[in-house]
């Protein structure tokens, strides 16, 4: 198991739900969505449907036993359309067949009709209906009102930033296996195996214990199955109960990038106040969060916007302003990051256009008012174990800022039509669920006679190496080889009640949670290691690289020798534990607390160079310096602040989501989505991990890594507009995210461009989504 699941993905052994062997007499479904991005369902008659070839079944709300119900934290999204439809894809109903063939040729014999209403795309013009899926919400600190008249110099403007694909190399999917006495057990591609399990209870009105799920692996989630598996898996089990056999449920690509959500896009209205010599004392700043047509996670992931408003700045006043709009697009969902980059965007797009205003530098102003040890965030928290400044000059002087700045401005000076931008970007993360009952985590472990050891905890392997992590807590606990641990698949019955695998922390609580559990044991073994020995003294125990110690003194035991004379003593060889994160709380009537167990920082530097003519460009370089405490697998978390930079990038740059004004996805195939390649990724791409830091708040001291490097994609949108605004020094240009070639070109020649291409304004009316 070197680095997790690697050497089975690299022989192509590694199995997914849709590699599973089939159970005899399995069943496919296929589902039917919605045409329509808003209307009232007149009619639905699945009777021919249901009478062609191959079809067992065809399902619709009125055969949902349970609750027709799937919000996870609003009730406010069917499983099945019942009475209207909400957006394009919605399911509305659902085909069981022997073969996927014949489920998709029934689907086309449904009638379905659907009085059209009128469908609301823009969250502005959402917000202005009334359309607020949860009241706003305001994070305030000082007073602002009253700061504005000190400031020297306010800026303001708006910034916009796009959706995302998830593109997972797995689609979504599920294979449910109907059992004895009403119970069903699912195989699911799910970062939450007890959130699925909750809803398929609910919607077959079971009882939780009758559903089990499990979870081998993912390919890749990215947030995109924290709250997204569960309807696919919740149809599975419904077509399984209904037809009394193994039913498999796996979107075609296609349908997965047309059927879920994705990341929020967001417009944002902001206005920055600051000194003559450059410190930030006012900002002010208004979300308008493009939700889709249900909650979903979106309410938390405005929540995440609020929290990371003011980026890794101090900002002594502030007021943000947060709203969720209800669209009738895909409901957008959990995407790495969860908000907070769409709201850092926006203060680094007020910093960039200060900057411009008071005629500096960018990464001055960034420097003058960066983060340090003891400052107050929006929400009330203070930053402990602060090394955003350590980052900020590591970064700066590793890198030769100074250097760098003097050969771009050279170079820009000499280059007409070619021109390169400079960024340097901080990022500051905060590591918890911001809804803190979340913030817990499970381990189950045994060690079997033979000395070798099963771990089974809360988290799910989704390729971000978080078994390898927890294999290496148990081996370090137990001081044995690792060899000897094998980290089980997840599943329901081993390990209850968990949290999704989600907000970075999915090794720090279950790896805090194996530490416990093979801490029991240990305690244990040592007691009787020394019954053992006829020592009495359990304190002068020790286990080391597999030999036991007494008194530091080698023994005659060793682990291998150990183990069987303990289970022939009778004593428990297995334990569980729980672990929650101390410490933490937040009062939402206040907007104050303590939400973080710890913040991430780092720091990058972004170097880039536009082609004015094309509009095309070249990510030279993006070098950052990232804290992470020591970690617990240095090559896995480099590997998670690659990938997660390269998808950063993409997000701002190529990948553009389009909806048509009738609300239908425009970008739902690989051919019209941009998925960032090796041309997009940084020709220099490098990350030192900042030296002797330690983390007294994770497993062994680490960091979480999974979320905060994808936000050093915004260094580079900043240095593409630095690098724009060379060109045009004169211009206010858009802040607006993606910025893809296209746009590059569009934004430096305005209309201009649009006439020499003899195309209408109206054929590029697509909105952003
Ligand atoms: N999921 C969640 C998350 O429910 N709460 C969070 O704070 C969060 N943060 C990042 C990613 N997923
Ligand atoms: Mo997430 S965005 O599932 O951590």
Redesign the pocket.
């Known amino acids: 198991m070197k680095y997790g699941d690697l050497d089975l993905h690299a022989r192509g052994q590694a199995r997914f739900v849709d590699d599973l062997p089939e159970p005899e007499g399995l069943l496919h479904a296929v589902v039917l969505g919605s045409p329509q991005a808003h209307g009232r369902i007149v009619r639905l008659d699945t009777g021919a449907a249901a009478r062609s070839a191959g079809v067992h079944a065809v399902l619709s709300a009125a055969d949902i036993p349970g609750q027709n119900q799937i919000g996870t934290l609003v009730a406010d999204e069917p499983l099945l359309a019942a009475e209207s439809v909400d957006y394009i894809g919605q399911p509305v109903a659902v085909a069981v067949a022997e073969t996927q063939a014949e489920a998709r040729a029934a689907l086309r014999l449904i009638e379905l009709e659907i009085e059209a209403l009128p469908a609301v795309l823009d969250p502005r013009r959402a917000k202005e209906l009334g359309e607020l899926i949860v009241p706003p919400r305001t994070f305030c600190l000082g007073d602002v009102d009253s700061a504005w008249k000190r400031c020297d110099r306010i800026v303001a403007g708006r910034a916009d930033s796009g959706g995302q694909e998830h593109l997972y190399l797995e689609t979504q999917g599920s294979l449910a296996v109907p059992g004895e006495r009403a119970t069903m057990r699912v195989v699911s591609s799910t970062q939450s195996p007890t959130g699925v399990q909750r809803v398929i209870a609910r919607v077959l009105g079971v009882a939780m214990h009758r559903v089990e799920v499990e979870v081998t692996r993912l390919g890749g989630a990215f947030?995109g199955k924290?709250d997204q598996a569960t309807a696919w898996a919740a149809l599975a089990a419904l077509a399984a109960a209904t037809c009394g056999a193994a039913v498999k449920l796996v979107l075609s690509r296609h349908d997965d990038m047309t059927y879920t959500g994705k990341r929020h896009p967001y417009s944002s209205d902001y206005r920055i106040g600051l000194s003559s010599d450059g410190r930030i004392l006012a900002y002010e700043v208004e979300f308008y969060q493009n939700a889709g047509a249900a909650a979903d996670?979106s309410p938390?992931i405005l929540e995440?916007t609020l929290f990371h408003c003011t980026g890794s700045y101090y900002v002594p006043e502030v007021r943000a302003t947060a709203y969720c709009c209800r669209t009738n697009i895909l409901p957008n969902t959990?995407f790495r990051g969860?908000g907070g980059p769409q709201g850092m965007f926006v203060i680094e797009a007020a910093l960039f256009k200060a900057a411009a205003a008071l005629g500096v530098d960018a990464a001055e102003l960034q420097e003058k008012n960066l983060l340090n040890e003891g400052d107050t965030f929006p929400y009330g928290m203070r930053a402990r174990g602060c090394t955003a400044p350590r980052c900020w000059r590591e970064a700066k002087s590793r890198y030769d800022y100074v250097e760098a700045r003097r050969r771009v401005r050279e170079y820009n000076r000499t280059h007409g039509l070619q021109k390169k931008g400079l960024a340097l970007m901080p990022v500051c993360f905060g590591i918890s669920?911001?809804?803190t009952v979340?913030n817990q985590g499970a381990a189950l472990v045994h060690v079997y006679t033979d000395g070798s050891v099963s771990v089974s905890t809360g988290a799910v392997e989704m390729g971000q190496g978080v078994k390898y992590k927890i294999r290496e807590v148990a081996a370090r606990v137990f001081s044995v080889k690792p060899e000897r641990i094998k980290v089980e698949s997840t599943g329901t019955l081993r390990v209850a009640n968990t949290s999704?695998t989600?907000?970075?922390t999915g090794a720090d609580l279950n790896g805090r949670a194996t530490e416990i559990a093979c801490r029991a044991i240990v305690q244990r073994l040592k007691q009787a290691a020394a019954e053992e020995l006829g020592c009495d003294d359990t304190e002068q125990v020790e286990i080391r690289e597999e030999r036991i110690y007494f008194a530091g003194k080698e023994t005659e035991l060793d682990w291998q020798s150990l183990i069987p004379r303990v289970y022939t003593r009778r004593i428990n060889l297995s334990a569980q534990a729980h672990y929650a994160t101390p410490g933490i709380y937040f009062d939402k009537t206040r907007e104050k607390g303590e939400p973080f167990s710890y913040h991430a920082y780092g720091t990058a530097l972004c170097e880039v160079t536009v082609d004015c003519l094309r509009g095309t460009y070249e990510i030279d370089a993006v070098k950052v310096v990232h804290d992470l405490g020591p970690s617990l697998a240095p090559q896995v978390d480099l590997g998670q602040a690659e990938g997660g930079i390269v998808q950063g990038i993409g997000w701002l740059t190529v990948e553009e989501v389009l909806y048509s004004e009738q609300g239908r996805l425009l970008t739902g195939t690989l051919s019209t989505y941009k998925v960032p390649d090796i041309h997009l990724t940084p020709k220099n791409l490098e990350v030192q991990f900042l030296e002797n830091t330690e983390n007294p708040l994770g497993v062994f001291n680490s960091k979480a890594i999974g979320?905060p490097p994808l936000m050093y994609g915004l260094g580079v949108y900043y240095a593409l507009l630095a690098a724009m605004q060379a060109f045009r020094p004169e211009e206010d240009l858009p802040v607006r995210a993606p910025l893809t070639p296209e746009r590059v070109l569009m934004t430096l020649y305005g209309d201009h461009w649009t006439r020499l291409k003899g195309l209408d304004r109206a054929d590029l009316r697509v909105v952003p989504g």
């Open positions: 947030g924290e996670l938390a995440r959990a969860f669920f911001t809804n979340l999704p989600a907000a970075s979320e």
